[in-house]
């Protein structure tokens, strides 16, 4: 409907809407002459400066790759490095026939079996107008032959280039990871990020470890070179230039002689070992055995040494350290003991009797002892000592699950620690809330019963338990746990630390502290379960073993390493710190498959302290020494 | 119903003119694409494809009553309106900005609505309100348009929100807005341009910067405007010929089948053949006015000069950030540049041209 206007009122309207509508025809001849005249003067008036642009004389902008920074430990000790070297690169635009062009340079330089397959790897992954390498670190008369004979292959072109190199190999794979060609995946993150500009020209980017983590402050910041080229390509003047910046140094907490020797004293055991320095936080040695050579991925692995790596039965490319899952064992202990003291549930000199099985009130299920027939009477000092346990059923049991959850994640349990190491994961704290949300199942009171010994549902890294053990030798006041120790810049030559504040203070009262400490000294003196963990060091030393089962034994059955596979034999755990009095280290080693904690675990401890406290590597004790020491769980 | 008349029937809303402008800048659209995309046909198969969709509802909406469009004003923008709220608060990030709302079952981008729905809402208002036309009316409706705008800008997405302010404000315009205001807003947007500058976002700086400097960036922003400039100039007067751009097909031109596919047509169609697409342009531009001059009501007037305006400005940005007068902000060249979405948006406009025109008949009486 219209509403009633008058006529002459609705004609001038009409009048003036159209006058407007003049005035808009008039706007856009505007813009249209605005544009006209620009075409002309681009195509027109300028059109031989941007023909030369584009055709004869076109400036090409050339990114210089900045030099990736370098990796060292804490002595200086060079762990990734740059190298320079020549490369033979094909060419894909320039060839049709990739084999044929491959066949025809094998007779001039080797190449192997492998290039052949990486190469075919990175053709079937690339883009069309991509250069991909087929031989790397070609040696000087190699580049002689082959640049005598170049003109025969157009496709084909050597090129200088820096190459990454990690010399302490599968050793610190783990820690320091490996750079390899930038993914299409990574290409998208680049973008979204805005760093696109900054990786032009750039072939690597930080996968795993360090090199991921730290990827911004080893990359640098790519310079450029705007060159006149000549139709045949080559460069004829350099017009301006901006020099690349080097990328940052990084300056690790690492002890590489230490890692080395943590390493070695794992003989062929698998595993893990994180050593912490309790006052910074600094990681002295990061540890996950095996590990792999990370060299070879720089360029892109061939797939059957892919394979070979993925598909055994070792796992070499998980990081244990890191990553790596389990059940925490006796080793959490000490940890439940100062639960217990914290809620007073237990008096330090409540005694127990351990008759060497336990039962929940009105439950006829057994929880068995470790030790057949019990330990006795027990107080806290020797449930840890000899770690008993009944006396942590009990406890667990008094404590009740929502107490335990409450004071185990103050050390950290069942969260990401935070070290500067992507990929962490976090373990697995178990509470009521967590049950129901996970399995939609009430928590008996049977689970909590398990947890006091640390079994059942509960996981923990080896990294947060070191991180748990770090805080507990500091006397409950925990550093930020970091790898990197300093950020060196090249170009301003500022250097960058990385935190050592308090990341926060658990304020346990100093008997509490001091009951459990002594207990811990007293498992590697006789009467604890790593008494030679200690034999002949003149430092004291506290520590914890563990046991972490990997198959659950069945009511009634009972555990015997020779019965079950080896892969399914218990895991060793071994917590420590030293010196007892005043901690300079702390440490977990974790042993896959190794038995009990204080055969297997503890000597590895040892070595390492030795090491790292004393600067010497002691004779290893023979076996019959470690039989006549005795030990266990 | 013989054929003949089921035939006469399905063009009987369909403004031949219009389809033959838009017709032939479709066309060409299709054969840029496919030399755009180095002669393969993925790209141009899917413009088909998204060509064929969007003339099925440029159809539909040539079809419907005028007093069903105008119906629909109000719902649009206050739908309009909760998607961008909802994407403000729940939108998804990409590249940076917050444009997109997930739906679970597909992705929108609430902001393309709003260039049909806040102009058709303005022009609802300036109806409702056409008898007692005072100056508060041009306020509400410059309200109207500022709150879609700075839900927009925040996105932040300064191509689209200054279209939909310039659709806005032709409509304002049209309504016949006063020329004093007019001149005292233009001042005053030029005095607070130190403080707009201000607000924009650190990349939008980067790239109007990059108007007056592009080298001092040219791996990065500034990468674009020198390659397309080099396209456009390098193609001459009569161009590099069809398939032949070097700039196209070396690799150097960013984004050659969306935003900067002009320079693509312009490397290798030279002088001759941009005259010929602004030629075609200004075609469907003068169709537009001329649909303008006949309509019947002040809601059909101001909205066909609103979208027939709007589109110019469209073809304008593009082809003027292309060829280095305007920064880069992301536009992309009505009816040829690759995308469904956009293509979507304009053959409903060129629908509600339709519609306008062939309805006023029944309209009139």
Known sequence: MMKPVEFKNHQREIFHFHLRLVVGIGFVSVLLAILLMRFFYLQVVRHNYYQTLSESNRISIVPIVPNRGLILDRNGEVLARNYSGYTLEINQTKTTDIEATVNELSKLVEITNKDRKRFKKLLAESHSFETLVIRNRLSDEEVARFAAQQYRFPAVEIKARLFRDYPFGAKTSHLIGYIGRINDTEVSQLEEDDLAANYRGSDYIGKTGLEQSYEGDLHGTTGIEQVEVDAGGRAVRMVSRSAPVSGNTLVLSIDVKLQEIAEQSFGNYRGALVAIDPNTGEVLAFVSKPGYDPNPFIDGIDTQSWDELNNSPDVPLNNRALRGQYPPGSTIKPFMALAGLNFHTRKPEQTINDPGVYYLPGSSRQYRDWRAGGHGSVNMFKAIQMSCDTYFYGLATELGIDNIANFLSRFGFGQKTGLDLEGETSGLLPSQEWKTKRYQQIWYPGDTVSVGIGQGYSLVTPMQLAFATATLANNGVAYKPHLVKEVQSPRSSENRSIATEPLFNLNIPAKDLDLVRRAMVAVTQPGGTAVYASLGAPYHIAGKTGTAQVVAMKQGEKYDAKKVDERLRDHAWFIAYAPAEKPQIALVVLAENGGHGGGTAAPIARKVLDYYLLGKVPKPLTEAEVRKAGGND | MTRRQLWMRIIAHIDRQLLLGIGLLLLTSLLVLYSADNASWDRPLNQVRNIVVALAFMW???????????????????????????????????????????????????????????????????????????????????????????????????????????????????????????????????????????????????????????????????????QASIAVGSGGIIGKGYLNGTQTHLDFLPERTTDFIFAVYSEEFGLIGNLFLLGLYAFVVWRGFIITSHASTYFTRLMAGSITLTFATYAFVNMGMVSGILPVVGVPLPLISYGGTSMLTLLLGFGMLMSIETHKKLVKT
């Open chain 2, 60 to 226: 539909l909406i040539a079809n419907l009553p005028l007093h069903y469009l105008i119906r629909t004003a109000m719902p649009i923008y206050v739908l309009g309106m909760i998607l961008l709220i909802g994407v403000a608060l729940f939108g998804d990030i990409s590249h940076g900005a917050r444009r997109w709302l997930n739906l679970g079952v597909t992705t929108i981008q609430p902001s393309e609505l709003m260039k049909i729905g806040v102009p058709m809402m303005m022009a609802w208002y300036f109806e409702k309100h056409e008898a007692t036309l005072t100056l508060k009316n041009y306020f509400v409706a410059a309200l109207l348009l500022v709150m879609p705008i700075a839900l927009i800008a925040r996105q932040p997405d300064l191509g689209t929100s200054l279209l939909i302010t310039a659709s806005g404000f032709y409509v304002l315009f049209l309504a016949g807005l006063s020329w004093r205001v007019i001149i005292t807003l233009t001042v005053a947007a030029l005095a607070s341009a130190p403080v707009l500058w201000k607000m924009l976002h650190e990349y939008q700086r980067h790239r109007i910067m990059m108007l007056f400097d592009p080298s001092q960036d040219a791996l990065g922003n500034g990468y674009h405007t020198i």
